[in-house]
């Protein structure tokens, strides 16, 4: 059988499911969250509009292990959420990897939408677009950015340590399967134990996780019509 | 103060507000034309006025030039004809209704009726025929717009009669399969008006269309101008080229800063215009 030091397939296999699963959920969520938020913002001008985008930006430094600290208060039995019993499961840790990837996914998508330029959304509205349609437009022209805000997004979510620690727990059952143990949980108990092949292994699966989500979002991008350049 | 000639622009003409013409969409079929009117049009932005008390109609079938020189206003005044913001003063009308006298769904349905082109580039990022399709595709209802996009992804459907015939009017039916962003700036406003046209619409404005093109796309796109006015469509164009007002327009008015000054035949404008500012204009003596 597959076996790297105290690593076999099954235990592998286990913390990537989870690593996966709980950063493309957290992505999705944020996603689902955050694009109509930067439509929001960056089609509306309304008063204290810098100040809100100043928010969001400051949101992308958040530290993780504050932002675990947080979510651990709020799931604890005695916090606001506590009834959901959510705490040391892949859930605890997708509500903060959710919190953590959100700002990215708000500041870049913002930016995105914000660039498209205005002689577009004329052009839309002149061709008999509605309000709809000339959002809709603006999304497809800033898909491009967009795409670059979800694979920030996912970055930030499969790398994050300190917040999923210590919301999820770093779980593993007694057959090897990870219950709340993620890629990056395993690389900091190698490291503690000293088995740094072991951690080096566990990073080049993570980095050829990360590779592999760009290169999807760079193969969308380069298939995107239109972008040839603005002129002969 | 306004000089106006006979056949000058007048809003009140009494004239019937619908023609017929040759429907492009429907093979040689005859649908009703309407004009456009603006009566006695104002606006500002912040404390400065861009225009004031501006009253022209464009009619079915013919070429409205509004001439003056550029930062006098006739982008602005392209933006309230077609819709973009209401207007400070005044009304714009299509068919004879106050568009912003009327409820939203039906403004919307008037405002399809108008087409227009601007200075800018303004495609999207997409192919040509896409472009061209834009304003039919948002017409359609919601339903049929995702089955559309559910079609398109099983394979690519040969252009539209409609998108066909629009792009062989400005010439350009040979890049109807190519990225828009490697077209020319000729060709890209040629495609623009093929946009605005595609849906046969009543009015096409045309902000300044030909400024900084070659002659061949200038040629393109006065040819489709010409085209379109066979078609029944009012074209009003914007330019400061008074050569090409002369050379396309059936009537003309002239806006120095921010007010119309004259308007008549273009003719008539050009080679004995009342207004002794619009004869200094004309011969370019008149620089602002």
New interface residues.
Partial sequence: MFALGDLNLTYLVSITAVSLYVSTAAVALSAALGLPISLAVGFRDFYGKSVVTSVISTGMGFPSVVVGLVVLLALSRSGPLGTFELLFTPEAMILSQTILALPVLVSVSLSAVQSVPQDLRDAAFAAGGTSTDVALLVVREARYGIVTALLAAYGRAISEVGSVLIVGGNIVFSDSTSFTRTLTTAITVEARKGNIETGIALGAILLALVLGVNALGARFRDRTPGRNGRGR | MTTERPGADEPDSGEPDETTAPDPASNGARRSKTRLAARGLGHGFGDGTVLEDISLAVEPGEILAVVGPSGTGKTTLFRLL?M?ERPDEGTVEVGGDDVWGLPEARR?AV??RV????Q????????VEENVS??LR??RSWSARVRDAVEGLFGREEPSETVEDALRTVGMFDKVGR???????GE?QRV?IA??LA?DPDVLLLDEPTSNLDPRNTAAIESAMRAARDRGIAVALATHDMQQARRVSDRTAVILGGTCIESGPTDEVFESPDDDRVRQFVEGKLVY
């Fill in positions: 077609a973009f919307l405002r399809r087409g227009m082109a601007f800018t580039r303004s495609l999207f990022s997409t192919t834009y304003g948002v017409r990225d828009a962003g490697s077209l020319s700036a890209a623009a946009r605005a849906p």
